[in-house]
């Protein structure tokens, strides 16, 4: 099935007809403080900022580059089959060498129902120096911004499942292509959130690649408004926190999430609190009876 077959498969879930996010066509060398503030930082909605990451960051972290980084490690990842948002999670043990070879090599991939993805792994950051720093976040932050950068890295037809953030996301596209289908937060009840966990993450309980059943088991959710971006190579996508979305991949992509909160939410109860449940998570003492995104879940949750 090629991808805009699936994305339009994905879209049947929903009665309302897809809109458009907003978007701005910018040079990243040129995007200031105050402009990405005013046009970005305060917009309550997605913003698709198309050539928003500065041609010399695309140039060091190139497909060449990466591989040229990641050349011949042999620590181990932990990298999803499929995707671990709804149902089972599947993690599969692999060097950092063999995945890098897999994703080099699309005749490794022949034949495979789901791709291996690299999402949300400390493993992974530790093979990467400070990903804010080397983009250079610090010119657009205002002051006192906590900044957390998760790195995703896969093949094409790798997808995120339906999940909303409960930070802000500044999203870069370093290369490859996604498109992205999101749901405001005011359509959290029609999203049916899961009880599987994972940190600073709502996850939903529905499958968007199943929409037949969808239709069936989660009727309230043709009431949703989906809103569709396609990220390419150099884009940035702002994603406000609370927004839904789901994320399929059309071609091999390195992507990286920055997860942002201003001063007076890094230091209220929300983010402590996602941090004091990630600490009893790993513990055993949270998180565990209806399963999580990071330890194996042969059986679907809920």
Not at 11 to 22: A, E, K, Q, Y
Not at 48 to 76: M, N
Not at 140 to 145: A, E, G, H, I, V
Request: aromatic share 12%; charged share 25%; glycine share 8%.
């Amino acid at each position: 099935m090629d991808h805009s077959r699936v994305i339009a498969s994905v879209l049947s879930n929903f009665d309302t007809p897809p809109r458009s996010c907003g978007v701005l066509q910018i040079d990243g060398s040129a995007l200031a403080r105050r402009s990405f503030r005013e046009e970005i930082l305060r917009s309550k909605r997605p913003v698709h900022v198309k050539g928003g990451i500065p041609q010399r960051h695309l140039d060091r972290w190139s497909l060449d580059g990466l591989a040229e980084r990641l050349q011949g490690r042999e620590e181990p990842l932990w990298v999803i089959r499929g995707h671990a948002e709804q149902g089972g999670t599947n993690l599969v043990e692999i060097s950092v060498k063999d995945y890098l070879s897999y994703l080099l090599h699309p005749q490794e991939r022949a034949g495979e129902g789901e791709p291996l993805y690299v999402t949300i792994s400390k493993e992974f950051m530790d093979l990467l120096p400070r990903m804010d720093r080397e983009f250079e976040l610090d010119r657009l932050l205002p002051f006192l911004y906590s900044c957390d950068a998760f790195a995703f890295l896969g093949p094409e037809k790798t997808v995120t499942g339906l999940h909303a953030d409960t930070y802000h996301s500044l999203f870069y596209q370093v290369w490859g292509n996604k498109t992205f289908v999101l749901l405001p937060p005011t359509n959290g009840p029609n999203v049916y959130v899961s009880r599987k966990y994972e940190w600073s993450t709502r996850l939903s309980r529905v499958n968007l690649g199943s929409p037949e059943y969808n239709r069936r088991q989660y009727p309230r959710l043709r009431e949703a408004t989906p809103f569709v971006a396609e990220v390419g190579t150099g884009d940035m996508l702002w994603i406000p926190v609370g927004w839904f979305h789901y994320v399929n991949a059309t071609e091999p992509s390195f992507s990286i999430s920055f997860f942002l909160a201003n001063f007076y939410r890094t230091i209220t109860y929300p983010v402590w609190e996602n941090w004091i449940k990630a600490g009893l998570h790993r513990m055993g003492l949270y998180g565990r009876r209806n399963g999580c995104t990071c330890h194996p879940m042969s059986v679907p949750a809920e």
